[in-house]
């Protein structure tokens, strides 16, 4: 196992520099950090480019283990308490968009604890993948990648334009629903599979081009004086309804 103790060693300025979504679009890759979401990514059949512990490892697929000393790790860690490992993926995006099972559909969505906490919901409830839709932030910041738990590794991901999105939801054979605060139809009630669920940004919501794509337009009903649900929370709650009859 390789012993690296230069902090200016060309792979640990690369790994650093995937802090920046310049670098990471640059290089087209990512960084995880710590063993239980690495063995996420392990199960999921996903293999690093570099690998890095502070202890002595075994090889991972093709990336040879990197010795790095606990200052160096905790200079290349996103969080105050470093872990022993990390690791760099290549970042992966779907095709595009299966008619099957359950889709969530994300517009302008800016908050990338937000972005990742539905990516875990969506894993939770078995959810075929994640649309982003228009100018959305970076699924693969550490901030992101972190919110996910690990759900980075096992749930498609899917980028497209709003004109590209609209296109597919006029032809998508099954409910295409969004969220109003002033809806009528109640989200408690059945969807038609397979099912496109749109999501609008944290404080906009829904734009009127996508709410217009919708042919269900569901309210979540508040009783106390909360203005709104937070995006993560109301995702939730729609995934889990929409996908009842699959949750036992």
């Known amino acids: 196992m390789l012993a690296i103790t230069s902090a200016q060693n060309p ?12 670098f990471r679009q640059e290089h087209g890759l990512f960084v995880a950090e710590g063993w239980d979401m690495l063995n996420r990514a392990r199960k999921a059949g996903w293999a690093p ?115 590209a999105f609209v296109t597919v939801c006029k032809t998508w054979p099954g409910d295409v629903v969004g969220t109003a605060m002033k809806a009528n139809e109640d989200y408690r009630r059945p969807y038609r599979s397979p099912t496109l669920l749109l999501m609008g940004s944290e404080g906009a919501g829904l734009s009127e081009e996508l709410s217009e794509a919708c042919n269900v337009v569901a309210r979540i009903p508040i009783a106390g004086d909360a203005e709104s649900l937070n995006v993560a929370t109301a995702a939730a709650l729609m995934l889990y309804e929409i996908n009842r009859a699959e949750l036992k």
């Open 49 to 163: 480019e570099h690998l890095l512990s502070t202890e002595p490892i075994s090889p991972w697929g093709e990336a040879q283990p990197l010795l790095v000393s606990e200052k160096i790790m905790a200079g290349l860690s996103s969080q105050n308490n470093h872990h022993s490992a990390l690791a760099a993926f290549r970042q992966r995006y779907a095709s595009g968009i299966s008619q099957s099972g359950v889709w969530v559909a994300l517009e302008h969505m800016r908050d990338p604890g937000n972005l990742g906490t539905i990516i875990r919901t969506a894993d939770a409830v078995g959810a075929s993948g994640v649309a982003l839709i228009g100018d959305c932030c970076d699924p693969f910041s550490s901030d992101c990648v972190r919110a996910t738990t690990g759900s980075i590794f096992g749930v498609p991901l899917v980028r497209m334009e709003t004109q």
């Open 11 to 22: 792979i640990i300025k690369l790994i650093r520099s995937l802090s920046e979504k310049k």
